[in-house]
């Protein structure tokens, strides 16, 4: 059922924890010893929620901040901090952090590539996260692609999945952007720092492919009812 709904955040969450484990969590949690900001949030332990983040300050931060970015992102798509499972099936404390974090900073992606939580811009953002952390479950949302409209997992093969892997492989670690540092910073300053270009604007895509598709449907009624 997560592999084909990956906006069932309980069921995806217990997936990712039961196939994290015991490898691949290790890797993260090494990838994060490796780094100075890794092992600074692995000593810290910050948490995301909404008592952490005050969206009240975020929105009024400067819009090309990575603050107001988040919030808005937060706002336009109707979810807040949260919405995120505790890790349960983790037995080793410091890996459960490790899991934990990675899973609060989701959204964080979410603002920073722009794409929705429907399913066709989470199953891009899936795929985007494979490239980057290895976790099992974000490849395994992948088999959401068959849940698409044809014209759907057309444009993910076409444009999103060559997006994801591009970028998830070239850009830096997401779990060690310490990102309650990075509240200031200029949203387009920190992509480049990481290595992401932001995809094309799923939202906007849609609403131009329905527009274009309305005025073909009157123009053809209006042909019809000439002919007539």
């Known amino acids: 059922m997560s592999l084909l709904n990956p906006r069932r955040g309980d069921l995806i969450a217990?997936?990712?924890?039961?196939t994290a484990t015991p490898y691949f969590?290790?890797?993260?949690?090494d990838a994060m010893l490796s780094s100075p900001t890794g092992r600074r949030i692995l000593r810290d332990r910050p948490r995301i929620t909404s008592q952490t983040m005050s969206l009240v300050s975020?929105?009024?931060?400067?819009k090309n901040s990575v603050g107001?970015?988040?919030a808005s992102w937060l706002d336009r798509e109707g979810v807040t901090p949260d919405t995120r499972d505790s890790v349960k099936y983790i037995d080793d404390e410091e890996c459960a952090y490790v899991m934990q974090r990675y899973?609060?900073?989701?959204?964080?992606y979410h603002a920073l590539t722009g794409l929705?939580?429907?399913v066709e811009?989470?199953?891009?953002?899936?795929?985007?996260?494979?490239?980057?952390?290895l976790l099992p479950m974000t490849g395994l949302s992948l088999f959401a692609v068959m849940r698409l409209k044809q014209e759907e997992r057309s444009r993910f093969w076409s444009t999103y999945f060559p997006w994801a892997m591009h970028n998830g492989i070239q850009c830096g670690e997401l779990i060690n952007v310490y990102w309650e540092e990075e509240l200031e910073t200029d949203?387009?300053?920190?992509?480049s720092k990481l290595g992401l270009e932001k995809p094309p604007d799923l939202r906007q895509t849609r609403k131009d492919l329905a527009d274009r598709k309305k005025r073909q449907g009157r123009e053809h009624g209006h042909d019809r009812s000439r002919d007539g």
């Open 14 to 18: 217990t997936v990712g924890e039961t």
């Open 25 to 29: 969590v290790y890797r993260l949690r």
């Open 58 to 62: 975020l929105r009024a931060l400067p």
């Open 68 to 70: 107001f970015t988040y």
């Open 103 to 108: 899973r609060e900073c989701h959204d964080f």
């Open 116 to 118: 929705p939580v429907m």
């Open 121 to 133: 811009g989470e199953v891009a953002l899936k795929a985007y996260e494979f490239a980057n952390t």
């Open 187 to 191: 949203t387009g300053h920190l992509r």
